[in-house]
């Protein structure tokens, strides 16, 4: 079975600018969660979707958004990029109910 | 205060010794996880626990729920588990909630 696979593994973007992250999480998982890591504040929990909706969502300001497709995949969506927003971005899958999580190898932003 | 807490931040050993991470927690779980990261970013899950202890290979799991504490015990340690360890609790949803992490160094 196919890990969590997140693309890209790298970018940098300019201040201002928007980008957009993907995650395909393990096949029948329809959770996926995105979390933020930076060294200050650590991880972060962004959002979680479930069935195309988003279940949970963290503090985040309106600049972070995502959305979940019919296949489960799902994107996450910066916009007006901050030098801030520079972090590594993980997402989760997990089995429908059941606690445990799945990470892919993340999405490294830089802001320039 | 920090709803998972970790200690020690920073640990350093030499090969072959063994090692243990503390995690406590003040809210009630449905789960407790540890991940490892290694430089250059991917998290693995190595346990999830709800109660007593898990074993696999060279790492021990424990969890002890009326206290909110479980350890990571790592036996007979060698350089290339040399990483970081992070604690994370489930809160009956899939959102997991993380402590700050403990960098594991351990040298040959």
């Known amino acids: ?112 | 205060k920090n709803e998972v807490e970790q200690s020690p931040q920073n640990l350093t050993a030499q090969e072959g010794e063994f090692i243990t991470i503390n995690c406590s927690y003040s809210v009630g779980i449905s789960a407790l996880h540890w991940l490892q990261q290694h430089p250059g970013g991917g998290i693995v899950s190595l346990f999830m626990l709800s109660s007593g202890k898990k074993k696999h290979g060279r790492l021990i799991a424990t969890i002890n729920i009326q206290e909110k504490h479980s350890s990571l015990h790592i036996t007979a340690s060698h350089p290339r588990d040399s990483a970081v360890y992070i604690c994370a609790v489930s809160k009956g949803s899939e959102k997991l909630v993380f402590g700050k992490g403990t960098k594991l160094t351990v040298n040959p």
């Open chain 1, 1 to 112: 079975k196919a890990g969590v696979t997140q693309t890209p593994r790298y970018l940098i973007k300019t201040r201002g600018q928007q980008v957009t992250l993907s995650c395909s999480p393990i096949s029948g998982h329809r959770s996926v969660s995105w979390y933020q890591q930076t060294p200050g504040q650590g991880l972060q929990f962004l959002f979680e979707y479930f069935s195309e909706t988003q279940r949970n969502k963290g503090n985040f300001p309106g600049r972070f958004s995502g959305r979940q497709f019919s296949n489960s995949r799902s994107e996450m969506n910066v916009s007006t990029l901050e030098l801030g927003d520079s972090a590594l971005y993980l997402c989760a899958s997990s089995p429908n109910g059941r606690p445990e999580a799945f990470f892919g190898q993340g999405t490294r932003l830089t802001v320039v």
